[in-house]
């Protein structure tokens, strides 16, 4: 089984920063395109930003120049740094982990590409 354990949300003031984690776990061989969704009260789902296997990132217009993420292959993690932050941006943050192949020991057996997604965590800005 794969899981996504996402931290760091919270309360902040506009105008602050916060730094989101996310960390994959279970037997996992590869995984694809990583990446931060959020969505807000009464609104879809949408993608913030995402990130690639070799590093090639992505934003949603509205948080270019405020957020930046990041990957580190090794530890199966993907982060979320967002600096600036406005009242818009209130949202439950969920990390996404696209093309997941793993393998399960006994027997031995590999599977997926699957798509895998975090609980979500709250991120409030106040004024």
């Known amino acids: 089984q794969v899981q996504l354990v996402e931290s760091g949300g919270g309360l902040v003031q506009a105008g602050g920063s916060l730094r989101l984690s996310c960390a994959a776990s279970?037997?996992?061989?590869?995984?694809?395109?990583m990446g931060w969704y959020r969505q807000a009260p009464g609104k879809q789902r949408e993608l913030v930003a995402s990130?690639?296997?070799?590093?090639?990132?992505d934003y949603v217009d509205s948080v270019k120049g405020r957020v930046t993420i990041s990957r580190d292959n090794a530890k199966k993690g993907v982060y979320l740094e967002m600096n600036s932050l406005k009242l818009e941006d209130t949202a439950v943050y969920y990390c996404?982990?696209?093309?997941?192949?793993?393998?399960?020991?006994?027997?031995?057996?590999?599977?997926?590409?699957?798509?895998?997604w975090g609980q979500g965590t709250q991120v409030t800005v106040s004024s």
């Open positions: 990130i690639t296997s070799g590093g090639t990132t």
């Open positions: 279970g037997n996992i061989l590869s995984i694809g395109v």
């Open positions: 996404n982990a696209g093309g997941v192949k793993y393998f399960t020991p006994f027997p031995y057996s590999e599977r997926g590409p699957y798509d895998y």
